[in-house]
T-cell receptor
Framework: GQQLNQSPQSMFIQEGEDVSMNCTSS?????WLWYKQEPGEGPVLLIA?????ELTSNGRLTAQFGITRKDSFLNISASIPSDVGIYFC???????????FGPGTSLSVIP | SAVISQKPSRDICQRGTSLTIQCQVD?????MFWYRQQPGQSLTLIAT?????????ESGFVIDKFPISRPNLTFSTLTVSNMSPEDSSIYLC??????????FGPGTRLTVT
């Protein structure tokens, strides 16, 4: 079945640094979603992207829908300790398909 | 967005028993979803629950093992039947709102002994 790949698998960064992570698929998606999950909680929707090339921000977070429609990127600027968690990308090929989740990128922020 | 609550938040159950997990949404939604998540892993869709119709199960999940109810537009239950230790996992429900956007509950952490 369809799978998403996320890189890096994990990141250890200093507080204040910027973070970049990406998500790729082998087929074209018409929707990309980014979620954050903290320990003991359910995933929280951060950003939803619906158009190729779209760039959307949510505070210090910025996500882009890749122009090939096979990838998406998430950037976090000036990281803080509360950014710690697992970031999942998710995508949907068409509105009739289920949403597929990537394996996640684990982010650790060193104060 | 939507606020999703789940009960119980966690449970420890004996092999062979069943557990019903409840999911409540603070607004009416057409589509609700049930996922399983092993610790440190991604989310795996169990089934889609639409009000007024039978749930649609993903490959590897069957109704006899995971019966789902969807009595109205704000509520759903998932039962994990005849549990074994392999069923130990986090079970998450979500509500589908705009487009592909889903909003998740806090999860139910199940341990089967």
């Amino acid at each position: 079945g369809q799978q998403l790949n996320q890189s890096p698998q994990s990141m250890f960064i200093q507080e204040g640094e910027d973070v970049s992570m990406n998500c790729t698929s082998s087929s074209i998606f018409n929707t990309w979603l980014w979620y954050k999950q903290e320990p003991g909680e359910g995933p929280v929707l951060l950003i939803a992207l619906y158009k190729a090339g779209e760039l959307t921000s949510n505070g210090r977070l910025t996500a882009q829908f890749g122009i090939t429609r096979k990838d998406s990127f998430l950037n976090i600027s000036a990281s803080i300790p509360s950014d710690v968690g697992i970031y999942f990308c998710a995508g949907q090929e068409t509105s009739y398909d289920k949403v597929i989740f990537g394996p996640g990128t684990s982010l650790s922020v060193i104060p | 967005s939507a606020v999703i609550s789940q009960k119980p938040s966690r449970d420890i159950c004996q092999r062979g028993t069943s557990l019903t997990i409840q999911c409540q949404v603070d607004s009416q939604v057409t589509m609700m979803f049930w996922y399983r998540q092993q610790p440190g892993q991604s989310l795996t869709l169990i089934a889609t629950a639409n009000q007024g119709s039978e749930a649609t199960y993903e490959s590897g999940f069957v109704i006899d093992k995971f019966p789902i109810s969807r009595p109205n537009l704000t509520f759903s239950t998932l039962t994990v039947s005849n549990m074994s230790p392999e069923d130990s996992s986090i079970y998450l429900c979500s509500a589908g709102l705009r487009g592909a956007e889903q909003y998740f509950g806090p999860g139910t952490r199940l341990t089967v002994t």
